[in-house]
């Protein structure tokens, strides 16, 4: 970590790192495996759990492989010669962490046959590329049941991004979640148009608490907004990583995003010869997504929240089953059926209870 | 709800939003007076933040950390003012490699702090005026920094207007070989400007960390040493202008996002382009005088000076 570090501090540019190093012991026997990731591992958000999955393969597996990761690799042309220098310096398996990296990714892919790639959030496949990605909504379906019970103002504050499916999916299932328990919440939607701004994201949520939100949940990528909530005296939820620590007495919970298991068990698949090209598609069963404990709740509500937990990973819940109405009261999905994959993954619209219009 | 409920609270985080950009530009404006340009303030923003914000949690002094930040931002200035002033390097390159740099070296410092929360700067408290309504919270109840970005973009002002040493920064940057045939001390003026800009960037830098977003995070100011380094130029190097610009830009940037939250139907995106919009809109159209903008402008921006030996 601290030699990609230090490269950047003299070069102004996160590369190469371990990868010169790694050029000097080609014949060596650990196996090596590359990370590419979109932002800095410092984020305390997206990157940084890649990052604590890239440390799990190297506690898991010893000596037996070498890791390496560039940071902050931005989406489009410089991906493609970051994964193209990673793959051409002996990496047998290489993880792609952002939904950008995905033609990139195959169009290295098919330069070097014998080299395995993992595209994280992208749809595009070949024989030796492979995608994943986390139900990260199991989770939001969860915080939304535990808001729809601590909110007394019934407004739940959503701090979101830009109006992309995993997104909206991410509302939708808050709101459902909520309702479930509590007829009568809403969910009004701040977009900041940014994945990472601390003080944008911040700002959006002091609007929703001046409107009256008592509830604050975020899909951006700074711990900002529940701070904000922690100092406004309200409740919210921590993002992608446990964020307890910068709101001990405000974070619900967090939705946590573990790679962990993934990417042990893929590098694994690499080394014995077993690896094969598939689409991934995880939630809480498979521990892809996590829960960081339920706190600053009456035990009651811990309760549910857990029972849902268990539904959910039990298989016998899906977040999306009907009846599911859209903001124009129309029914989307019938009373006892589920919404498909195919329709989770392209979602477009709002069901009823969401504020305002999904910008287009 | 009324509007003053929600009027108040709003205003509260225009201030906010707008003080680190009030103070990076104020800074700016005083380099840029001098005839350097400097475009490395979002660098010297993060390592002021980086380092405020170890200071403070090291020694648990957020004075320490606030005069901490502002002399790491000098520090940087400096590194900036030799290259361009003594070893002669170009301006405009080495800035935006101190921005690199200073991204870097931030997120060198600040591995160890991830993760962590600070307590906000505490606000000032006056029995009886703090409580009053509305007014009250607005103009006696921020942090120190918020006075502190008032007192230096008016001390600036004054400064650049009515003190011969003002004047004489004012000439450096307009005409540097008249200043140097005056016996005015070119270079050692250019350096003290730019570790001002340098000081007060550390403490933009230093008010995001502290005090708008108590936490430290790789890349946290997340571009407002651009918009800052913008408004000194759209606001024509005027400082009036720049504390209106400053806070037009942080107050549409909040106004729009309560426009969101009332269901106010205005595609996102666009809102989200509104406040760059608006600003430079606002700027140009009451700067379009060509004259005055001559007038303005620092004749020497960005020039090498070599001093006749």
């Known amino acids: ?43 305390h958000g997206w990157s940084y759990q890649h990052d604590q999955g890239r440390q799990a393969i190297e506690k898991a597996l010893g000596d037996k492989v070498q890791t390496t990761f560039v940071e902050s690799v931005p989406e489009g042309a410089d991906a493609e010669r970051v994964i193209t220098k990673l793959a051409k310096s002996g990496h047998k398996l290489i993880f792609t962490t952002s939904f950008g990296y995905m033609n ?21 496949r070949s024989k030796n590329v492979s995608t994943y990605v986390a139900r990260f909504y199991e989770g939001r379906y969860i915080a939304g049941v535990i808001a729809g019970r601590m909110t007394k103002s019934n407004i739940i504050g959503y701090v979101a991004s830009f109006p992309i499916p995993e997104v909206v999916r991410g509302i939708n299932a808050t709101l459902l979640g909520a309702r479930s328990v509590n007829p009568n919440v809403t969910i009004k939607v701040v977009w900041v148009s940014s994945w990472y701004d601390p003080g944008k994201e911040g700002d959006a949520a002091k609007a929703l608490i001046d409107q009256g939100a008592d509830i604050i949940t975020q899909h951006t990528d700074s711990p900002a907004p529940l701070q904000v909530a922690a100092n406004r005296g309200v409740k919210g939820f921590g993002q992608a990583s446990d964020m307890i620590k910068f709101a001990p007495k405000a974070q619900l919970t ?107 | 709800m009324n509007g003053f409920d929600i009027l108040a609270p709003a205003i509260l985080t225009v201030i906010t939003a707008s003080t680190p950009l009030l103070f990076a530009a104020t800074g700016e404006l005083v380099t840029e007076k001098s005839g350097v340009l400097n475009l490395g303030l979002e660098g010297m923003m993060l390592v002021g933040a ?17 005069v901490a930040a502002a002399a790491a931002g000098a520090g940087m200035a400096l590194l900036f003012a030799f290259l361009t002033l003594t070893l002669m390097a170009n301006q405009v390159a080495t800035g935006l490699a101190l921005t690199i740099f200073g991204v870097g070296l ?84 250019r ?119």
């Open chain 1, 104 to 124: 990139p990714t195959i169009k290295v892919a098919k330069r070097f046959p014998k080299v395995k790639f993992e595209h994280a959030t992208g749809y595009k």
């Open chain 2, 50 to 66: 980086v380092i405020a914000f170890a200071t403070a949690s090291v020694t648990g002094s957020a004075s320490l950390a606030i």
């Open chain 2, 191 to 309: 350096y003290l400007a730019t570790l001002f800009g340098g000081a007060m960037s550390g403490l933009a830098g230093a008010y995001l960390s502290l005090s708008y977003t108590p936490l430290w995070t790789e890349g946290m100011t997340a571009g407002r040493g651009w918009i800052a380094l913008a408004l000194v130029v759209f606001a024509t190097w005027r400082p009036g202008r720049v504390l209106l610009g400053a806070y037009m830009f942080g107050g549409i940037t909040i106004l729009q996002l309560h426009a969101q939250g009332m269901g106010i139907e205005i595609s996102s995106q666009f809102m989200a382009m509104l406040p760059y919009l608006a600003t430079i809109l606002v700027l140009v159209l009451i700067s379009r005088d060509k004259t005055k903008i001559r007038l303005n402008a620092p004749a020497c921006i960005g020039r090498m000076f070599r001093p006749a030996k």
């Open chain 1, 254 to 360: 967090a939705i946590v995003d573990d790679w962990r298991n993934y990417y042990i068990s893929r590098t694994k698949a690499v080394m014995d010869g077993t690896w094969k090209s598939s689409a991934t598609w995880d939630g809480i069963k498979q521990g892809m997504v996590g829960m960081a404990p339920y706190t600053n709740m009456p035990a009651e509500v811990a309760k549910q929240a857990r029972e849902t937990e268990e539904r959910i990973s039990s298989g016998k819940f899906h977040p999306f089953t009907g009846p599911i109405k859209d903001q124009s009261g129309k029914v989307v999905v019938k009373s006892g059926e589920v919404l498909d994959d195919g329709k989770l993954a392209v979602m477009n619209w709002y069901v009823e209870g969401v504020e305002g219009k999904l910008p287009k």
């Open chain 2, 106 to 189: 931030s997120a060198l410092i600040g591995a160890d702090f991830v993760g962590y929360a600070l307590k906000p700067l505490p606000q000032l408290d006056i029995p009886g005026l703090s409580q009053a309504p509305i007014i009250g919270p607005i103009v006696f109840g921020q942090d120190f920094l918020v006075y502190l970005s008032f007192a230096a973009l008016i001390g600036v002002s004054w400064f650049l207007k009515r003190l011969r040493g003002g004047l004489i920064l004012k000439a450096v940057g307009e005409s540097h070989d008249s200043a140097h045939a005056l016996g005015y001390s070119v270079i050692r003026i």
């Open chain 1, 1 to 43: 970590m601290n030699t990609a570090r230090f490269k950047r501090l003299a070069m102004g540019a996160a590369l190469v790192g371990g990868m010169l190093l790694g050029a000097a012991m080609a014949q060596a026997e650990p196996m090596k495996v590359g990370f590419v990731y979109v932002g800095p591992v410092g984020d």
